[in-house]
């Protein structure tokens, strides 16, 4: 009789640096892997046929995204000993030779794994056309990711609506929450950006409009937000209206390149660098100069990761976020200044994304059924392995997020900025 599992795991016992890493479970009933790992459960052949048509992550986030593939124990707890164990057995060795494709091909062939393709795994996947971010191809791409739907979102998130990192000043408070350390990330935001009464403020990628809303409520700034997302726009107009802030705040559906005003006290991209590429950030980086007046300020938050890995990887290109760039922070950097702007500050919010992350992937699992009533469980099975996998990325310093305070220097060097840092944090706001 074929024992599944005995058989999988001298399969991929030479994939890893020692024992494998987690514990398998097949559809036959046998196990194989060390007992207090989390259990991967392959529930039938379908699994590895996927990952013959698909080698790879891609292969195995389709498994587990169509439930053919799932994972007893804590997911972030398997994926990190998997990735573990891969780097520590160093670079991945040359192409398998004819002996072990052939021993493979046996093996698929034994445990019934080959066959036709399986169908697709129920979760709307990412399929862009037309020329790496243009316009038409950039709207896609975030629709893709934010017109999700409002509802998701609104249930995802607290209720400041705010998409990003937060910053957390009190994580030991147990009365502090995830709502806090988002308002406490827009204030910092406003007060590094020195935002006083009927300063002009251009927020690049809003949002729900968290930083924009904030910004008008609590410092009287006349906003511009811009959103590619249709649901975004919609969400953030009617926000406005219902806030009576219709004077204060303009919301505008247009892609950074064609905005037609200039001379901003202060622009702003939370979080939206990430989805420049690289061939267009050094035109972003100048069109940030051109847009900011002299002596204005510009702040990005926006995520970084090493040089050799700057997408999201496959599952990510394919079900979150298409298209997407990193670059380590120097680099980001360098390309700010080179688009004519001065550095002034950098603060790593590494540490707080992992924590932003978690409470956002806690309320995925406490409110499962509702997230699966809204778009259904492959949807909701692509957010698990979405959250459970970015915040590793973040606790294990594979990714890092960061806020680069910069300035458009006037003519005569002058950058209308307090010489230390500190200073500016606490006593510009609203002066």
Same mark, same amino acid.
Request: contains cysteine; aromatic residues 8%.
């Given at each position: 009789? @074929? ?99 052939? *021993? ?105 409009? #968290? ?10 700034? *006349? ?22 802030? #219709? ?45 900011? *007046? ?68 806690? @309320? ?43 300035? *458009? ?23």
């Amino acid at each position: 009789m @074929t024992r599944v599992a005995p058989r999988l795991a001298a399969l991929l016992a030479e994939h890893f640096a020692g024992n494998l890493p987690v514990r398998l479970r097949a559809w036959d009933g046998s196990e194989a892997g060390p007992k207090t790992a989390p259990v991967v459960v392959l529930r039938s052949p379908r699994a590895l046929r996927r990952l013959l048509w698909q080698p790879g992550e891609l292969g195995l986030a389709q498994a587990y995204i169509a439930g053919d593939l799932d994972v007893e124990g804590d997911l972030a707890d398997g994926l990190s000993r998997v990735w573990r164990a891969v780097r520590e057995r160093g670079p991945a060795p040359s192409a398998p030779g004819p002996r072990q494709l052939a *021993r493979m091909a046996l093996t698929a062939l034994r445990l019934g794994a080959l066959g036709l393709r399986p169908p697709a795994p129920g979760a709307p996947q990412a399929r862009l056309r037309g020329a790496l971010h243009s316009t038409a191809r950039d709207r896609a791409a975030i629709s893709h990711h934010y017109d999700l739907s409002n509802d998701w979102y609104a249930l995802l998130l607290d209720e400041t609506m705010a998409y990003s990192c937060g910053y957390w000043k009190r994580p030991a408070d147990p009365s502090y929450g995830p709502a806090d350390a988002q308002r406490d990330k827009l204030e910092l935001v406003c007060r590094k950006l020195g935002l006083r009464p009927g300063a002009r403020l251009l927020d690049l990628g809003c949002g729900w409009g #968290s930083l924009a809303l904030h910004a008008a409520r609590e410092y009287r700034a *006349r906003v511009t937000a811009v959103t590619l997302s249709q649901e975004q726009h919609a969400f953030v107009t009617a926000r406005v209206q219902e806030l009576g802030l #219709s004077e204060l705040v303009e919301v505008e559906l247009r892609h950074y390149r064609y905005l037609t005003k200039d001379g901003y006290d202060a622009v702003c991209a939370i979080e939206m660098g990430e989805h420049v590429g690289a061939a267009a950030y050094p035109g972003f980086a100048a069109r940030l100069h051109s847009l900011v *007046r002299p002596g204005g300020r510009v702040l990005i938050q926006q995520m970084s990761r090493g040089a050799a890995a700057p997408g999201g990887g496959a599952f990510i290109e394919s079900y979150i976020a298409p298209d997407m760039h990193m670059r380590p922070l120097g680099e980001t950097v360098g390309l700010l200044e080179a688009g004519g702007l001065e550095v002034r500050s950098v603060e790593s919010l590494r540490e707080h994304y992992a924590r932003t992350i978690a409470a956002w992937h806690h @309320t995925l699992e406490t409110r499962w059924k509702e997230f699966v009533a809204l778009e259904g469980e492959p949807t909701a099975r692509v957010w698990r392995l979405y959250l459970a996998g970015a915040g590793l990325a973040f606790t294990e310093r594979r990714m890092g997020v960061d806020q680069i305070l910069a300035v *458009r220097t006037a003519p005569d060097g002058a950058a209308g900025m307090p010489a230390t840092p500190h200073d500016w944090y606490a006593r510009e706001a609203r002066q």
